[in-house]
């Protein structure tokens, strides 16, 4: 191979650094594309960066319980069963707000109509109806929700599908892992830049990626009826708030 074509090679790969999890670059060639996934290069007005990405996490307690429960009733004629779920119903709304459950925190969720069939016979005659009504309920503050468990089932309630909780007052907790974050990317970025033997500027551009949304941590229960729970049963452990950044810092 010639001189000259040895320096072309060799030219073709200068200004490109990647170490670790992030990517310095100072590239002449605008449509190139650092290796690691990651965009790194110069900015449109030729100032080298290095890009990284920074992860915060926060643990917190749920502040808010969600249950879903409801009436069910079944029977040969449908207006009977339906007047019978609609009264369990009404006295079932009325323990929750009783409780101090405001309306804006009490959704129907379901309210569904079945057909009761023989299959054992040929024609598959209807034998009944079936009818449920369900709604959710919030309860804040989570220490309340089994008193008012088990004063709907009291006023009527035979169906309990579900009891979860949730953050809903997220702002302390996302700040807090946005700060973890910023500086995990921080000292990430200090850490590439000592081992390239370049000095670390202010960052030049911030992302943050998209915050999920809640996610009920949920409590199996199984049956109806016999739905009473204590206090001790209800234990909703934490919640991990999750924040994470990808921060270009200038370099020189």
């Known amino acids: 191979m010639s001189r000259m074509r040895r320096w072309a090679t060799a030219a073709a790969f200068v200004g490109l650094l990647v170490i670790g ?3 310095i670059a100072a590239m002449g060639d605008s449509g190139r594309r650092p290796f690691g996934g990651q965009a790194a290069a110069e900015t449109p007005s030729g100032q080298r960066v290095v890009t990284v990405g920074g992860e915060g996490r926060v643990m917190v307690r749920p502040d808010t319980a969600q249950v879903v429960l409801g009436v069910m009733s079944q029977g040969p004629d449908l207006g009977p069963v339906q007047e019978t779920v609609n009264g369990q119903m009404d006295a079932v709304l009325a323990s929750l707000k009783d409780a101090g459950i405001p309306d804006e925190r009490i959704r129907t969720v379901a309210y569904n109509i079945s057909v009761d069939r023989d299959y054992q ?5 209807i034998t009944g109806y079936t009818v449920t009504h369900l709604v959710q309920v919030k309860v804040k503050p989570i220490d309340q929700v089994s008193g008012i468990i088990d004063n709907a089932v009291a ?12 953050v809903e007052d997220r702002d302390a907790a996302v700040r807090q892992a946005r700060e973890q974050a910023i500086n995990d990317a921080r000292q990430k970025a200090q ?5 390239a ?19 009920p941590m949920p409590l199996a229960r199984d049956g109806a009826v016999d739905m009473a729970v204590g206090a001790a049963a209800i234990q909703p452990g934490e919640s991990e708030i999750v924040v994470s950044v990808v921060v270009s810092y200038g370099i020189q």
């Open 21 to 23: 999890g992030g990517v």
């Open 121 to 125: 016979q040929p024609s598959a005659p």
């Open 155 to 166: 006023a009527g309630a035979n169906t309990v599908s579900d009891v979860s909780f949730v």
């Open 191 to 195: 850490h590439l830049a000592q081992l």
């Open 197 to 215: 033997g370049v000095q670390l500027g202010p960052p030049v551009s911030i992302t943050e990626g998209a915050a999920p949304p809640p996610t």
